[in-house]
DNA sequence: TAGTATT
């Protein structure tokens, strides 16, 4: 079917709403095309942009890197069509230099002579803000490691250029899964929120990548909205992950609370994510299509979540919940996973304090799967959450 | 001082 020296292309810089279908008619014009895989996201299946197409033909990989790659840029998007070797094709990123603590006077040009005495330069790039101020670092790409390892012997630390407040520095660039804790830890900071990672209350896992995730869509709208007087600090409100490190005092939602009104805020920002952002970015389907509904409860009727059972197999047990969690905190931390209809932690009469388990109640058992395959185990501090779909009333065995 | 993305 396909050739055995065949390559595997990289295909960057397309727009999010070209599926398979769209992109075959671009490519099969230069060969036979053996699989053409558009990127999407492990959870929250989002087109990421990019694709993998490979030919049963090296000769039309070659054709079409020839023709496209940096030739054309797609509808929407500002920079050029990327079609090249993926990276597991070749050796991996061991050529790659990060440079910091560059000068923020430093061009490119300026760059690439300071390294191109150690081998042959594919590529430099001074990172710039939108405002174009370089951000004091680069990329320095090299053919080959050697010549990349050169350039970190020579001049890493070997000076300090004016404007910057330390010596050069000149390493191999993070790795890919380097890159990802970057990205949480920059999302997390931004967002003023304290993630779990953060806090080392428990492992990356697919409920912080969804938490994350949402977090960035819910910045992203209230970029896109007219109505973007939400703060970070506001969104952070919105977040379980900071609800689990915050003390309780301040975020109990309740219809008097200083809290209610970033969410309305919030909310009117979600509302115009709704609208804009399958439009903006092609977006087929909305990863948390549920979201708005809850937050749409809220706005109407804040801490007036009635407590009730949702039909068997929608209802779910948690049990090892942190001491400090209210119905509200627990809310929160299920609302990515569908429309919440009850929320509720036991509290012991007496004493008022949590008993530290409670139930949440979904619209529907997939929810109820989906919340349980996610936060079952999830570690908090010491202990695990056990998160199971509630028994039926007439089973009567102890927990 | 970490880009526009690499199943």
Do not use: W
């Amino acid at each position: 079917m396909k050739e055995a020296d065949a390559i595997k292309l990289f295909i960057g810089q397309i727009p999010r709403n070209l599926e398979e279908k769209d992109l075959k008619p671009i490519f099969e014009q230069f060969g036979k095309i053996y699989e053409l895989t558009v990127i999407k996201d492990k959870y929250t299946g989002m087109h990421k942009g990019c694709a993998f197409l490979t030919y049963c033909e090296r000769e039309s990989a070659l054709k079409a890197q020839n023709a496209l790659h940096e030739q054309k840029t797609l509808p929407g998007m500002n920079r050029p069509i990327q079609v090249k070797p993926a990276d597991s094709e070749g050796r991996g990123e061991d050529r790659k230099l990060f440079v910091g603590m560059l000068g923020k006077q430093q061009s490119d040009a300026d760059v690439r002579k300071m390294f191109e005495e150690f081998g042959s330069i594919e590529e430099c790039t001074v990172l710039r803000g939108p405002d174009g101020t370089s951000k004091g670092c680069a990329f320095v790409k090299y053919q080959n490691n050697p010549e990349a390892a050169a350039a970190i012997n020579t001049l890493h630390g070997s000076r300090t250029l004016p404007g910057a407040s330390s010596s050069l520095v000149v390493k191999f660039a993070d790795s890919e899964k380097e890159r990802g804790i970057r990205r949480m830890q920059q999302v997390a900071s931004q967002l003023g929120v304290i993630s779990p990672m953060t806090l080392h209350l428990g492992a990356y896992n697919a409920y912080t990548q969804v938490l994350v995730q949402q977090q960035a869509l819910v910045a992203q709208s209230a970029y896109l909205s007219p109505v973007s007087t939400i703060t970070m600090q506001q969104l952070a409100a919105l977040n379980p992950s900071s609800l689990i490190a915050t003390p309780i005092a301040s975020l109990t939602t309740s219809a008097q609370s200083p809290v209610l009104d970033p969410i309305q805020q919030a909310y009117a920002g979600m509302q115009h994510y709704t609208a804009t952002y399958p439009a903006a970015y092609g977006m087929v389907g909305q990863p948390f299509p549920h979201q708005h509904t809850m937050l749409a409860q809220q706005h109407q009727q804040p801490q007036q979540l009635q407590q009730r059972e949702g039909p068997e197999g929608c209802n779910i047990f948690i049990y090892h919940l942190p001491q400090e969690f209210t119905d509200s905190e627990m809310l929160q931390m299920f609302i990515p996973f569908g429309n919440v209809i009850s929320a509720k932690v036991f509290v012991d009469r007496a004493t008022n304090q949590s008993k530290c388990f409670g139930f949440v109640s979904f619209d529907n058992p997939s929810s109820a799967q989906t919340a349980i395959q996610a936060m079952n185990g999830f570690q908090i501090g010491m202990k695990r959450l056990k998160v199971q779909l509630k028994r039926p009333k007439d089973a009567n065995r102890p927990y």
